[in-house]
């Protein structure tokens, strides 16, 4: 029996109190990943608003329906079964500005291009080193963005926390509440958000009077980094980073030592430049990729003894 119709009692009070029109049936998740690779959700629902996006969140609690919240998929990957529940798309892409330095975004609203434009063009720094990191804020917020100080350093790791002032958050218990910083606990690659089931609603950022041509050359040498070493998202679909951090080591070195750059299994690749992101070769399977990250996993560890311990989220049903 499809996975739908043992929903249907629930569906039915879902669709009263979100709109029937609004939610999608069986909904293709690859095209809203990164990696472009994942089937179906049960259900799908475009929050476009806060109030929506709280709704939907109130709504599948009280219904007892599982969901995933989606940014931009852009950390994780979905199993080629799809997601059994309702998966609640972010477009909440609202940007407010509290005072000279502070602005709040909206948890959909997308980092690079929306965000970095705005605040660069009034001369407000400390979002420009994310250039080119596909991430809505919601999500940014949940991984703790990061990424290297700018040139000719490049040592240390700038993170998102440094520019996050406070959020609002809908609460396991449907609660909304405002919080600030220190509520995430942030650490590398994480926040409180991975133990507690909160949905972020809004952002407070607070940035830096910052010269534009500084900015400017920040995004223009992070862009060429990118370009240099990363794989390009249209042409080689992947959730960048698989492995965790370790550090003085390198994940991405390590399987490297292992000679696995390069190696393919169906259509998914240790990616050729890069050994710690897998990309789509075209038509890969979440099966495929699941292969590579255990080969990678098993090489590692019986040839140099480290554990790699993958970053990205797994979705659903594989
Ligand atoms: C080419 C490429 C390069 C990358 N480079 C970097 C890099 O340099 N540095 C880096 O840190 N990351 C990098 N990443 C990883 C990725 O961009 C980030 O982790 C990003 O923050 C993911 O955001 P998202 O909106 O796509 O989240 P999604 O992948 O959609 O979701 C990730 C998790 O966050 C949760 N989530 C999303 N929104 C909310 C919300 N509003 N409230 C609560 N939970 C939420 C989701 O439920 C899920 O568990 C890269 C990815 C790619 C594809």
Redesign the pocket.
């Known amino acids: 029996m499809p996975a739908t119709k043992a929903l249907d009692p629930a569906v039915d009070a879902l669709s009263e109190r979100l709109g029937a029109d609004r939610l999608e049936r069986a909904a293709p998740l690859a095209p809203h990943?990164?990696?472009k690779i994942g089937g179906p959700a049960d259900l799908m629902y475009r929050a476009l608003t806060q109030d929506e996006?709280a709704a939907a969140v109130r709504a599948a609690r009280e219904l007892e329906i599982p969901f995933?919240?989606?940014?931009?998929?852009?950390?994780?990957l979905v199993g080629d079964g799809g997601f059994r529940g309702l998966v609640i798309k972010?477009d909440v892409d609202t940007i407010e500005w509290l005072d000279d330095t502070r602005v709040r975004a909206g948890?959909?609203v997308k980092?690079y291009h929306d965000l970095i434009q705005m605040t660069v063009a009034r001369g407000l720094g400390g979002l420009q080193h994310?250039v080119?990191?596909?991430?809505?804020?919601?999500?940014?917020?949940?991984?703790?963005?990061?990424?290297l100080s700018p040139p000719p350093e490049r040592e240390r790791t700038m993170f998102i926390e440094e520019v996050v002032e406070g959020a609002t958050?809908v609460t396991e218990e449907g609660e909304i509440r405002r919080v600030d910083n220190a509520y995430f606990e942030f650490g590398y690659?994480y926040s409180v958000?991975h133990v507690r089931p909160?949905?972020?609603?809004d952002v407070t950022f607070r940035l830096e009077p910052t010269p534009r041509e500084v900015m400017r050359d920040t995004i223009r040498e992070n862009l060429a980094w990118?370009d240099d070493r990363?794989?390009d998202?249209w042409l080689y679909p992947?959730?960048?980073?698989i492995f965790q951090k370790i550090e003085g080591v390198g994940a991405g070195r390590l399987i490297d030592q292992c000679g696995l750059k390069g190696h393919v299994l169906g259509s998914a690749q240790i990616f050729h430049k890069h050994a710690n992101?897998i990309v789509n070769l075209g038509g890969a399977t979440s099966a495929d990729v699941r292969a590579l990250i255990e080969l990678a996993q098993t090489t590692v560890q019986r040839e140099l003894g480290y554990e790699l311990k993958t970053e990205?989220?797994m979705?659903g049903e594989f």
């Open positions: 990943t990164t990696f996006l995933f919240l989606l940014g931009l998929g852009a950390n994780i972010n948890s959909g980092i994310y080119g990191i596909p991430s809505t804020v919601g999500g940014a917020v949940w991984q703790n963005l990061h990424f958050i690659d958000l909160d949905v972020v609603l990118r990363h794989p998202l992947s959730a960048g980073s992101i990205i989220g979705v």
